[in-house]
């Protein structure tokens, strides 16, 4: 079962029961817009997440001209992956939709509406007033009792990621839902693992109108680790909702649907090319081991403070030729040292040296044990 994961989605069913009556939804402005879709803010009257709850203000997603086929085509293949794969914390989750029409182009994808919008731009906004735990030697620092910031040896750090792990694992609900979906994930995408994976969430209280600090980008660059290989490689865009909650969007949509900036148009349609390994950019092969590197460069954008990759330099066959060569981004200076590895594993120019997605920090883990 090794189809490419467009060809996967096709042969889905669509599920009636996620049918919900035009008449109770209505359009507002647009959130964001794409090459052949767009989303809109809108009011859902009665519709219910997967807690239960009655939510009201949704996202709505569409294609931007109803003539163009393969648009649409590929807005029905998202809506049949996010039915299949089921609700996660750290995915932008379906609600509902309105497929009567479909047949006019009407098709609209009822998806949560994450208030913060895009965390890049949340990270930009941001840069004044971050507080940066990390000190000149990418060490984190932590508090004494005075309250004054000290530095902290690396191992300090790892039991840090330890009780950010056990906290996971206290709610045994969202772990039964995260084995679930990755249960139906491994099957859409044929991936053999022995992973755990791991799945990390911020203190509800968390309210995110106080600065960001490196804790957050730690937290954000878990939460994301964890649904990793349907995401970056289709070129999906991370939102952030309540409770400082990163969510992936877009995903399982083909590459054909993504946004101009920073893509290249070739044979292929249009590429993220700041975010594609060498084989992927070279030879077209796209591969799980591609999503690791997209990741990294996920990573990058996150300590950088959504800075774009490779600033200054211009998509093309220059940057292109430059990353053959061997041409690496830096650890951003805001990056604990533990990230600045995951960076040099996840470009690593053989796709077999990278880690495995969700077991790339248990391996970190491993290897610092054994060499200690
Ligand atoms: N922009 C694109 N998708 C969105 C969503 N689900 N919530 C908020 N803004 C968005």
């Known amino acids: 079962n090794k189809l490419p994961i467009e060809e996967q989605a096709e042969l889905l069913p669509y599920d009636k029961r996620w049918e919900f009556p035009r008449n109770r939804l209505t359009l507002g402005i647009q959130l964001g817009v794409g090459c052949f879709g767009r989303v809109v803010k809108g009011e859902a009257v009665g519709i219910k997440d997967s807690d239960g709850k009655t939510a009201k203000t949704v996202a709505v997603k569409m294609v931007k001209s109803q003539t163009n086929v393969a648009a649409l085509e ?21 609600l509902g939709a309105c497929t009567k029409k479909i047949t006019k182009g009407e098709l609209l994808i009822i998806v949560e ?54 906290n996971q694992f206290q709610s045994s609900q969202m772990t039964n839902s995260v084995e679930n979906k990755c249960q139906v994930e491994m099957e859409l995408t044929g991936v053999e693992s022995e992973q755990s994976y791991w799945q990390y969430q911020q203190d509800p209280d968390v309210n995110l109108n106080r600065p960001i600090t490196t804790h957050d980008l730690i937290s954000w660059a878990f939460q994301i680790v964890f649904h990793g290989d349907l995401a970056a490689r289709n070129g999906s865009e991370c939102l952030l909702a ?16 993504y946004y101009e900036v920073n893509h290249e148009k070739t044979g292929q349609g249009l590429m993220p090319v700041k975010w594609m390994d060498i084989e992927s950019l070279t030879d077209c092969i796209f591969s799980t081991q591609s999503d690791v590197w997209s990741y990294g460069v996920l990573l990058w954008e996150l300590f950088s403070l959504g800075k774009v990759p490779y600033p200054g330099m211009d998509v093309g066959h220059l940057l292109i030729k430059t990353i053959q060569k061997g041409y690496r981004m830096e650890k951003p200076d805001n990056a604990p040292n533990f990230f600045g590895d995951i960076l040099t594993i996840c470009w690593k120019a053989d796709p077999k040296e990278r880690p495995t997605f969700n077991a790339s920090y248990t391996k970190i883990n491993q290897e610092k044990d054994t060499a200690s």
């Open 113 to 166: 509406y994450c208030r913060f919008g895009s965390l890049q731009a949340y990270l930009v906004n941001h840069r004044s007033g971050f507080i940066n735990l990390v000190d000149d030697f990418g060490n984190m620092r932590s508090y004494n009792e005075k309250g004054d910031y000290m530095s902290s040896s690396d191992d300090d750090f790892f039991e840090y990621e330890l009780k950010l792990e056990e």
């Open 242 to 257: 309540d409770d400082g909650v990163a969510k992936v969007a877009d995903f399982g949509m083909a590459r054909k649907m």
């Open 74 to 94: 590929t807005l029905v293949s998202e809506l049949k992956i996010l039915i299949h794969l089921g609700s996660n914390l750290n995915v932008v989750n379906l």
